[in-house]
């Protein structure tokens, strides 16, 4: 019978610092390709040349809804990005979401986005989120990856 000894202490020492240097990059990495498609969808964002009203609905006791003036641009300033701490988990999972704001804010909000990005029955849908995760899908996983990457390739 043969029999090898060997001691691994020293290699399982080296992936628990690969381990923490990906931990430590992973939240700047995602939040650098998430910023990139939150940028992406602000520059589709469709915008009016001029201000415009938006008539909210007529309640079920019909009294007349409320009326709004949005500023050219509103629905553009509405667009947000925020770390999901819910479902983030630290140095594993990050997770951004990118939205508009629903709610009156000081920043600004726009309550019929999703009227424009899918459309209702009266006006057909004008999608710019998707569109823009779409087309930046691609670039921003790659930019994960270069900076994990990067990050290990130093802890060498």
């Known amino acids: 019978m043969l029999s090898i000894d060997c001691d691994l202490s020293a290699a399982f020492a080296q992936l628990n610092t690969l381990q923490d240097k990906v931990s430590e990059a992973l939240r700047p990495a995602v939040y650098r390709a998430a910023r990139m498609v939150y940028l992406e969808t602000q520059n589709r964002a469709p915008m009016s040349e001029q201000g415009h009203w938006f008539y909210s609905r007529r ?16 629905l553009r300033q509405s667009i947000y ?21 629903k709610r009156s804010s000081q920043i600004g909000y726009v309550p019929y986005v999703h009227m424009v990005e899918y459309g209702t029955v009266h006006i057909p849908p004008a999608p710019f989120i998707r569109p823009a995760f779409d087309a930046k899908k691609a670039q921003a996983e790659q930019m994960i990856i270069d900076t994990i990457r990067k990050a290990v390739a130093q802890s060498d």
């Open 59 to 74: 309640k079920r006791d019909g009294t007349v809804g409320r009326k709004y003036y949005f500023v050219s641009g509103s």
């Open 81 to 101: 990005i925020k770390h999901a701490d819910d479902v983030s988990q630290d140095g594993e999972r990050e997770e951004y979401v990118i939205s508009w704001r």
